[in-house]
């Protein structure tokens, strides 16, 4: 596809629930990057890979957070039993080269969680 | 010193004038600073972006200012339009081999047609 793409686009989890969300970056880019968006703040970074390796995980809140990119092109992020707390967008990005500082973002995914 | 601050938090401009937001940061080791626009719905885009060896990049309707001294950027929009109501993203990484981007807390511009 021409842009990132992430699924579901929106996900409602009962609390306690585990959940997992897919990224799909743009064919070819190298890096791999996680966000999260609480409503109305900007995006806070979780977790970056390169390739397979994930090279930062500095912003997983909690060892609920994980990702995975096994392939070195689609990345889940999972979250082990979620809180109220977890309700967020989670983005996804990816960077062509791996000196390249463009991040290309996709829509994200709407998790709430009841 | 990791944050990056933005201002103002809400701004509302008459069509065809110019809508500037501003954005300040501690860490000298950023070296790349781009604006994101982000409509309800989507995920950020990326408009244009500036590294500290320049003082002013323009393309189209957006201009960046750079001032490395005082630590400040901003995002100028000359002839606003109405179709530029979103919320801007300003940011900041580095030093080189460091990617996260920090984001400042956003800014809801609305365009009066």
């Known amino acids: 596809g021409a842009g990132v793409s992430q699924s579901p686009r929106y996900k409602v989890a009962k609390r306690g629930q585990d959940v997992a969300l897919r990224c799909d970056p743009i064919s070819g880019h190298v890096s791999l990057f996680w966000y999260q968006q609480a409503l109305g703040q900007g995006p806070e970074f979780l977790t970056y890979f390169q390739n397979e390796a994930q090279l930062d995980k500095s912003g997983l809140p909690s060892d609920r957070f994980f990702a995975e990119r096994p392939e070195g092109s689609v990345s889940t992020l999972k979250i082990q039993r979620t809180q109220q707390e977890d309700s967020a967008v989670y983005l996804c990005a990816s960077s062509f080269i791996i000196d390249s500082y463009e991040q290309y973002f996709g829509p994200g995914t709407r998790l709430t969680v009841t | 010193q990791q944050q990056v601050k933005q201002s103002p938090q809400s701004l509302i401009v008459q069509k065809g004038g110019i809508s500037i937001i501003n954005c300040a940061y501690e860490n000298t080791a950023f070296d790349y600073f781009p604006w994101y626009q982000q409509f309800p719905g989507k995920g950020p885009a990326l408009l244009i972006a500036?590294?500290?060896?320049?003082s002013e990049k323009k393309e189209g309707r957006f201009t960046i200012s750079f001032n490395k001294s005082a630590k400040q950027f901003s995002l100028h929009i000359m002839d606003s339009q109405p179709g530029d109501s979103a919320t801007y993203f300003c940011a900041a990484t580095g030093p080189p081999g460091t990617y996260k981007y920090i984001f400042g807390t956003g800014t809801r511009l609305k365009v009066l047609a």
């Open positions: 500036i590294r500290p060896d320049v």
